[in-house]
């Protein structure tokens, strides 16, 4: 099954068998899925959650109780700006700097901008765990997104520049109904999960699938360099 069949294939699933959360429709988005909360606990009972001080997640709806998690636990807590827009094009949330109230509304894609610092990916220390959000991913840890690469150009972006390495734990939590074995084998640039966790299991992949080590320049589109300053830039200082 080809990328677009499948993520249609799963949004409706979704929706039809009630396992979507708001909001909704869960087309076109990385979707959210009933008992998200519990999936996100089930990843915080893993070593290499307690073993990570920096956490680069995505903004998803999903992955909120992640996030809020991982600030009410003290971790740094890094989202990448809409598209990357941004010539600093991460926000930083770091607990230390939000007051204890504040902590469940400052990762909310509504609030974050209240609450975080921007900063360029330069600036990012490493990052210990990576979390993903996905339409759908496999036991082996292929994954597909909602198709406009964002998570794999973030991820490529801070490989190229070291804060990230082949080391990083990347995980997702998804909806067991998201867990299939009839994903397309990965292209190049996309970024295989180390974790994948839903409210009933975590599936160590012992992925066989290699992961990108930076930016492959030559099949980034120039519109993509035309809408993000961060990438003229380190196209420009990979050429020098």
Known sequence: MDKATLRTTV???LESSGAARFPFPPHGRIPNFADATAAAERLAATPEWADADAVK??????QLPVRRRALREGKTVYMAVPRLRDEECFYELDPARIDDEDLDSAP????????ADK?????LPPVDLVVS??????EAGARVGKGEGFSDLEYAVLRGLGAVSAETTVAT???ERQVR???PEPDAHDVP???????????????PYPRPEGIDWGALPDERLDEMPVLRRLRDESNE
Not at 57 to 62: C, R, V, W, Y
Request: charged share 25%; aromatic share 4%.
């Open 11 to 13: 949004w409706d699933d």
């Open 173 to 175: 939590t998804v909806h």
């Open 133 to 138: 959000g996905s339409v759908a991913v496999s």
């Open 193 to 207: 999960m180390d974790l994948v966790v839903t409210p009933e299991r975590l599936v160590r992949t012992e992925t």
């Open 181 to 183: 074995d009839d994903l």
């Open 119 to 123: 900063v360029g990916p330069d600036a």
């Open 108 to 115: 909310t894609v509504s609030h974050v901008e209240t609450y």
């Open 57 to 62: 997640a995505n903004p998803d709806a999903p």
